[in-house]
């Protein structure tokens, strides 16, 4: 009788114990999935967040107006625009890819990323495509995968009247004829005159403006130094 007592009391420890141990393992478990989750997201924003990320992805935003691959390649190939490019579409490629594997949540990320995500989309989605049938078949084969199917609930000025698009930059842009320009040359104080021709259209004609310096679209940003400090500057392209 006692044995049997002892056998019983034996067996329900050890079943307290298994159990215990199960929900240690499960909470050690799921504290380890939280801690690689925040590690992971924070790495993610870090990145989203710098200046360097930024400014390519305002780039691509705000200043590229290639819509093919062709045109893209011929204006930008092994410069900012370029680095731009997969320095961006990379970023989210990877994103779609966490969350693809389960390790992110899109729908919590997406919060912060979403807006941009899709704005970039739409953006670079021609280029892509035309891309992968030329040079990479697989390029940012998973950035799909982070966009929702819901792209109003991210950037609702969609799908609304609004005078301004999503992610527009308006920017006042004073013009000035060529008689004014004319007479501004002849006077003491004339501007400083920038001829941003793509090289093509520069190697087919080389006449310049008085004094006028030459800087392809594509190096404006790196070359941007060279230009005077003067109150105004004329900007021209054909």
């Known amino acids: ?32 999935e939280k801690d690689r989750y925040i590690t992971v997201t924070s790495d993610l924003y870090a990145i989203w967040q710098s200046k360097e990320f930024m400014e ?7 200043k590229m107006k290639e819509e093919t691959w062709e045109d893209f390649v ?3 190939r092994a410069d900012v625009g370029e680095m731009a490019f997969h320095r961006v579409g990379s970023f989210y490629d990877r994103v779609g890819t966490l969350t693809r594997l389960g390790l992110i949540n899109d729908k919590e990320i997406l919060v912060t990323v979403g807006g941009h995500a ?3 989309w739409q953006k670079i989605e021609p280029l892509v495509r035309e891309a992968r049938k030329i040079e990479n078949s697989s ?23 609004t005078n301004v698009r999503p992610f527009e930059v308006r920017e006042q842009v004073a013009k000035i004829t060529p008689t004014e320009l004319n007479k501004r040359l002849r006077s003491r ?9 793509q090289p093509s259209s520069f190697a ?35």
């Open 139 to 161: 390029l940012f084969e998973n950035f799909e995968r982070l966009l929702p199917s819901c792209y109003e609930c991210y950037v609702p000025s969609l799908s609304g009247q």
């Open 204 to 238: 087919a004609d080389r006449r310049t403006l008085p004094e006028a310096i030459v800087i392809p679209p594509a190096e404006i940003e790196t070359r941007f130094g060279e230009l005077p400090h003067d109150p105004e500057v004329v900007v021209y392209c054909t």
């Open 118 to 120: 899709i704005a970039i």
């Open 56 to 62: 390519a992805q305002f780039w691509l935003l705000h």
């Open 1 to 32: 009788m006692i044995w049997n007592i002892l056998t019983s009391v034996a067996t329900l420890i050890s079943t307290i114990a298994y159990i215990i141990t199960v929900l240690f393992i499960r909470a050690q478990l799921k504290a380890t």
């Open 189 to 197: 104080e004339h501007p400083t005159i920038l001829d941003v021709r």
């Open 74 to 76: 011929q204006a930008h």
